[in-house]
């Protein structure tokens, strides 16, 4: 027979294998995957901080009705967003951001667009040029993107 003692072993051994997967830590002892974890949740503080600070920033900028980007650097490539609260259904924003991907050497390895209610759009991109030692940071690629934004807005309002 199972002692309670027992069961609340197994039962904490468990919780601290999901939170160590959670995590993606490494770590075998309890004391590392609880540091680990803390870690990881003020990792996930700051990047709520930075991006409530974007949004602020978007909000208050000279231009409040365009779209609104992020960019995450990943381990290959970047983690691009554009987001817009309202429906764009003007012609062309798409491809002003598929060009100033393009003209920066990035491939588009996944993307999801939606332009229903909001005008949405994710992707995961990676540098042709990574082979050759030339790196792009992630500041480069959101002001090539926020420029392309702002190129397609003064063309649409010139047509408007």
């Known amino acids: 027979m199972v002692s309670r003692e027992q069961k609340r072993e197994a039962l904490l051994h468990e919780k601290l294998q999901l939170l160590r997967s959670i ?9 590392s995957i609880i540091i680990d974890a803390s870690k990881y949740i003020e990792e ?3 990047k709520v901080e930075r991006l409530n600070q974007e949004i602020a920033s978007a909000e208050t900028s000279n231009h409040p009705n365009l779209p609104m980007v992020t ?5 290959k490539g970047f983690m691009i967003n554009v987001f817009s609260g309202r429906s764009c259904h003007h012609q062309g924003l ?3 951001i598929l060009e100033a991907f393009e003209e920066m050497g990035l491939t588009v390895l996944e993307a999801r667009v939606s332009c229903t209610d909001t005008f949405r759009f994710q ?3 990676g540098g042709e040029n990574d082979e050759q ?5 992630a500041q480069a690629v959101k002001q090539a993107v926020g420029q392309a934004i702002k190129n397609w807005s003064q063309q649409s309002d010139d047509q408007d």
């Open 71 to 75: 960019v995450e650097t990943l381990e």
């Open 133 to 137: 030692g030339e790196t792009i940071d």
């Open 123 to 125: 992707a995961v991109g």
């Open 23 to 31: 995590t993606n830590s490494h770590a075998v002892n309890k004391t």
């Open 44 to 46: 996930l503080k700051e």
């Open 94 to 96: 798409l491809v002003s």
